[in-house]
């Protein structure tokens, strides 16, 4: 009889890779600012909404106009609030604007989280004098702090009780648990029917999540994201039009606007944060990975393994260590924390003990990115396009590049190489498509160090096949790695056989990798959306006597307190009571990526408001 004593000589398991944190959140969306059409260069869009005439350090200063959500009744009237809306909110036109709306404020938790010449923690002699010492309340200040809070944990989960941010007054939730888009599934691919929570793209554009989601356009009136597209949209033209019926609330409903903007672009941030998660794996593989200090996640849902959280505290860490660096040449003590209270140190001892803190290059991902910014004609297809793309390797959205580009745990080479049957790409180890690259001894969280060999694979790109990644070895990447351990056999009737392992894991130098492929995309997708959202425009003309409008100036009025005119008359606004004009559509088309296809950007059926400035 032979009997067989098996002995792993040394056993290796493959740590996940999570999501984005929240300064890496807040870099990429400030990054993917001045790549779009909201660049600060860009005077034409400024000009047209009018941001021109308001002061770029406080952008929308709304002059003591709300009260910000508390339950104190005697809460006194802040200067910077925005709003936080239920669906019906201004429903019927000249309605009362404080039914279904609470006034909210700017925390200090959103100014930590902003890189440090938005904190107002560097001294004004170290400060960008373009960015000033509110930065904080600048245009881009307010979509880092719809992409920082769109993270928020239930109001009492926090590990820090003395800096946490407001609690949401409509409904207390962790937001993350919708966070997640497996492209495959088409679900959030969490969960033991991996169908936890909404799709993260549903709640990002505020549909219902239904099975055909992708082509329903009418907003969820059930909605719990109150700061999703559907309510981007529909803040944008409030803050353009709105106005009541009275003339006596003319001051305030000019103060009511600037609420509305700071409210639409802290929602634009929302959505880019979803967007942005789609660049890590585990959000488009249904993969848990948080932690809290004082408890576990969710109910029933366990706090992730410290292997779990490397991506998202090793990437937030290369982000933040250049902030703390900029504080300290400035006197200032180490504010950042790259993880979480209970994690921060232990994580600081691991990259020290790894030797592999950071790359020397820090993030060469939002300086000097030169990815491609992607165009598309519906704003699904920036997360998908599964619906118009069967093959795999043919969809051009963020989700589905990173979906089938990566590995995760969960989805890790098994069982000697054979594949999860959930996610065909990347293919296993054994796949010929493969090249052996360096061996060398890396750190693996929760191992130490170990030898291993990089994987090298070319990760389809659907919109850019050719682009000139960091760290690739003629067109393929080193997105994993193939322990060189083996399994020794000890036949008692016969010599030792020796099997080598066909498993992989992941390095510090995967996660570098990974991060310096995704981020990028991650900026470029975030820019794109910005450009699609801001897209429309109307050009506005004279008709042939080349007048517009005509008034009796010589009719008696006055000017009030707050600089309107006043027609003596009847104390009613003195101005043009009737235009002439006319109005073309004057977007151009888009010409998708990946496919050229142009799509004529044409106006259906709806009301044409005018706004006069003057």
């Known amino acids: 009889m032979r009997f067989l004593l098996i002995i792993i000589v040394s056993v290796l398991f493959a740590p996940r890779l999570n999501a984005f944190n929240l300064e890496t959140h807040a870099l990429i969306t400030l990054d993917a600012k001045e790549r779009s059409v909201l660049a600060k260069a860009n005077l034409e869009l400024a000009q047209r909404f009018g941001f021109d005439r308001l002061e770029p350090k406080r952008v929308f200063d709304n002059q003591n106009s709300f009260i910000c959500f508390s339950t104190d009744p005697n809460t006194v009237v802040h200067r910077d609030a925005y709003i936080d809306a239920r669906d019906a909110w201004l429903s019927t036109p000249g309605s009362n604007p404080r039914a279904n709306v609470f006034g909210r404020c700017p925390t200090l938790f959103e100014q930590l989280s902003m890189p440090p010449l938005f904190t107002g923690l560097l001294p004004p002699a170290s400060s960008n004098a373009e960015t000033g010492p509110t930065g ?33 007054p409509w409904v207390d939730e962790f937001r993350s648990l919708n966070h997640f888009y497996d492209p495959i599934v088409d679900n959030t691919g969490i969960g033991p029917f991996r169908n936890i929570g909404q799709r993260s793209t549903t709640w990002a554009l505020g549909i219902a999540d239904e099975d055909n989601w992708a082509n329903v356009q009418l907003p969820d009136v059930a909605r719990c994201n109150h700061f999703s597209y559907a309510d981007a949209r529909k803040l944008m033209f409030l803050a353009l039009t709105y106005k009541r019926n009275l003339l006596v609330n003319y001051p305030e409903d000019a103060r009511l606007r600037m609420n509305m903007w700071a409210s639409m672009f802290k929602s634009l941030g929302h959505i880019v944060h979803l967007l942005q998660d789609t660049a890590s794996p ?31 505290n090793f990437t937030n860490y290369r982000v933040t260590v250049p902030f703390d660096e900029e504080l300290d040449r400035a006197g200032i003590k180490k504010t950042y924390s790259f993880a979480n209270l209970c994690d921060d140190n232990k994580w600081r001892d691991m990259f020290r003990t790894a030797g592999q803190a950071r790359p020397t290059d820090t993030i060469p991902w939002t300086s000097g990115n030169t990815y491609p910014i992607p165009q598309f004609s519906v704003q699904r297809k920036f997360f998908t396009t599964r619906t118009e793309d069967a093959a795999i390797n043919a969809r051009r959205g963020l989700a589905d590049y990173v979906n089938r580009g990566f590995f995760t745990e969960g989805a890790f ?13 990347p293919p296993p180890l054994v796949d010929a498509a493969y090249t052996p690259g360096t061996s060398s001894t890396d750190f693996i969280p929760g191992l130490g160090n170990v030898e291993n060999q990089t994987m090298l694979w070319q990760v389809p790109d659907a919109i850019a096949p050719n682009y000139p990644d960091r760290g690739l070895d003629n067109g393929k990447a080193p997105i994993v790695s193939r322990s060189l351990w083996t399994t020794v056999i000890y036949d008692l009737e016969g010599p030792p056989i020796e099997i080598q392992s066909l498993g992989g894991n992941l390095t510090l130098k995967n996660y570098v990798q990974i991060a310096d492929m995704t981020a990028p995309r991650a900026v470029a997708y975030t820019a794109g959306f910005f450009n699609f959202f801001f897209r429309g425009k109307l050009t506005v003309d004279p008709i042939q006597q080349r007048v517009f409008a005509v008034m009796n100036q010589g009719e008696p009025h006055t000017m009030d307190a707050d600089g309107y005119p006043i027609r003596t008359s009847n104390g009613q606004i003195f101005g043009f009571e009737k235009i002439r004009l006319r109005v073309r559509n004057s977007t151009d088309p888009i010409t998708e990526s990946g496919t050229n296809t142009v799509v004529p950007q044409t106006v259906g059926a709806g009301k044409l408001v005018a706004v006069a400035r003057y």
């Not at 809290?292 to 779990?308: I, K, M, W």
């Open 136 to 168: 904080w309340l600048r245009l881009e200040g307010w979509l880092m702090r719809g992409a920082i809070r769109e993270d928020d944990f239930e109001s009492g989960a926090y590990d820090n009780p003395n800096l946490i941010p407001d609690q949401d």
């Open 282 to 312: 585990q959000h488009v593989r249904g993969e848990g990975h948080s932690r809290l200090c004082n408890g576990s996640l969710y109910q029933d849902l366990p706090e992730q393994p410290e292997a779990t959280r490397t991506f998202e």
């Open 413 to 425: 080479i098994r069982n000697n190489g054979v594949l999860n049957p959930n996610f065909p790409s």
